[in-house]
């Protein structure tokens, strides 16, 4: 689906490993029951480092229209909240998994079925949830990833309809169609943007994070591709737009367990996604967070973020491949 302009080839996880053993770098964390999927290529923007990147001309005025003042929330924990998982959960199957009918709204921008999604696969929210209601999996054999956004299980049991849904490939750099939604409003993929568990128990998010703003502009950079905007104005960002946290947060005064997420959002910033609440980061529920320490995280404030110039990581709009 999408271009397949600007590919290269991808280096395998045992590869980046046996690198690392002689270059002290970092290992990404691979999918949880996946373990030969990376979640992205380690080529992709997802995994650019932003630190050096200009601030942009209009970062003062995105933060103050976002809200300047308003806390950053993690939009992910453990246990229940309103009945369902708190974030956005996503489960792992093999390829053998049998692939089931699926119906869309939005069938024009929609990659088609069918998709191997198991009748009990977790919806955000809850199966009573009347939110987004995303639907991830991952064929952990072939290292696919599909995505569904308001996905409700038919009364086959079996069959799915959502109002969009797209997949990619684990291993390639491939972009949706310009133009095209996906199960975010970006058009971007969902999963490699959320922060999971067992990446900050390695100590190490390796990517920027899926973050959601009150208020987009008609229009998208890269690496969106869709838009859903409310209003024309400049004073707006973009879909797409890049947050990095500033360095004068200091991650040491927060605990531990928060303190990959502080760095990643140094590090490889934020991307917005979509539109919700203020600088709510998105997040995989697990039981073994910490929902005190997250909520540490709420000190820190829109006025902590600069909105960065990352169009020279681009290297080509239709490909997810980085400088």
Same mark, same amino acid.
């Given at each position: !689906?999408?271009?397949?302009?600007?590919?290269?080839?991808?280096?395998?996880?045992?590869?980046?490993?046996?690198?690392?053993?002689?270059?002290?770098?970092?290992?990404?964390?691979?999918?949880?029951?996946? +373990?030969?999927? +990376?979640?992205? +290529?380690?080529?992709?923007?997802?995994?650019?480092?932003?630190?050096?990147?200009?601030? %942009?001309?209009?970062?003062?005025?995105?933060?103050?229209?976002?809200?300047?003042?308003?806390?950053?929330?993690?939009?992910?924990?453990?246990?229940?909240?309103?009945?369902?998982?708190?974030?956005?959960?996503?489960?792992?199957?093999?390829?053998?998994?049998?692939?089931?009918?699926?119906?869309?709204?939005?069938?024009?921008?929609?990659? +088609?079925?069918?998709?191997?999604?198991?009748?009990?696969?977790?919806?955000?929210?809850?199966?009573?949830?009347?939110?987004?209601?995303?639907?991830?999996?991952?064929?952990?054999?072939?290292?696919?990833?599909?995505?569904?956004?308001?996905?409700?299980?038919?009364?086959?049991?079996?069959?799915?309809?959502?109002?969009?849904?797209?997949?990619?490939?684990?291993?390639?750099?491939? !972009?949706?169609?310009?133009?095209?939604?996906?199960?975010?409003?970006?058009?971007?993929?969902?999963?490699?943007?959320?922060?999971?568990?067992?990446?900050?128990?390695?100590?190490?998010?390796?990517?920027?994070?899926?973050?959601?703003?009150?208020?987009?502009?008609?229009?998208?950079?890269?690496?969106?591709?869709?838009?859903?905007? %409310?209003?024309?104005?400049?004073?707006?960002?973009?879909?797409?737009?890049?947050?990095?946290?500033?360095?004068?947060?200091?991650? %040491?005064?927060?605990?531990?367990?928060?303190?990959?997420?502080?760095?990643?959002?140094?590090?490889?910033?934020?991307?917005?996604?979509?539109?919700?609440?203020?600088?709510?980061?998105?997040?995989?529920?697990?039981?073994?967070?910490?929902?005190?320490?997250?909520?540490?995280?709420?000190?820190?404030?829109? %006025?902590?973020?600069?909105?960065?110039?990352?169009?020279?990581? !681009?290297?080509?709009?239709?490909?997810?491949?980085?400088?």
């Amino acid at each position: !689906m999408g271009s397949r302009r600007s590919r290269r080839a991808v280096v395998g996880l045992a590869t980046i490993a046996a690198l690392c053993a002689v270059t002290a770098c970092q290992v990404p964390v691979p999918v949880t029951g996946a +373990p030969n999927c +990376p979640v992205t +290529p380690s080529d992709s923007y997802w995994h650019a480092n932003v630190t050096s990147l200009p601030v %942009s001309s209009s970062s003062s005025t995105f933060i103050a229209t976002e809200g300047a003042s308003s806390s950053l929330h993690a939009d992910f924990g453990s246990g229940l909240w309103d009945g369902g998982p708190i974030g956005i959960p996503y489960v792992v199957v093999p390829g053998t998994q049998a692939k089931v009918k699926v119906t869309f709204s939005t069938a024009s921008e929609s990659d +088609p079925g069918p998709y191997p999604i198991p009748a009990n696969a977790p919806v955000e929210g809850g199966s009573a949830s009347t939110g987004d209601r995303h639907v991830i999996v991952v064929d952990s054999d072939h290292c696919q990833l599909y995505e569904m956004w308001n996905a409700k299980l038919q009364k086959d049991g079996v069959s799915w309809k959502a109002g969009s849904g797209a997949t990619w490939s684990l291993t390639s750099d491939a !972009m949706r169609p310009a133009g095209w939604t996906s199960a975010d409003a970006a058009g971007l993929p969902i999963l490699p943007g959320l922060v999971r568990y067992e990446e900050v128990a390695a100590g190490h998010v390796d990517h920027a994070i899926r973050i959601t703003v009150p208020t987009t502009r008609t229009s998208y950079i890269w690496p969106a591709r869709h838009q859903a905007g %409310s209003t024309s104005s400049t004073s707006a960002p973009p879909m797409g737009t890049w947050l990095r946290l500033k360095s004068t947060i200091n991650p %040491s005064s927060y605990p531990a367990s928060v303190r990959p997420i502080i760095v990643a959002l140094q590090t490889y910033g934020a991307i917005v996604a979509d539109n919700g609440s203020a600088w709510y980061i998105s997040g995989a529920p697990d039981s073994r967070w910490s929902n005190d320490d997250l909520h540490a995280l709420g000190s820190i404030t829109g %006025s902590d973020f600069q909105v960065v110039d990352a169009s020279s990581l !681009m290297v080509d709009p239709n490909s997810e491949q980085a400088r």
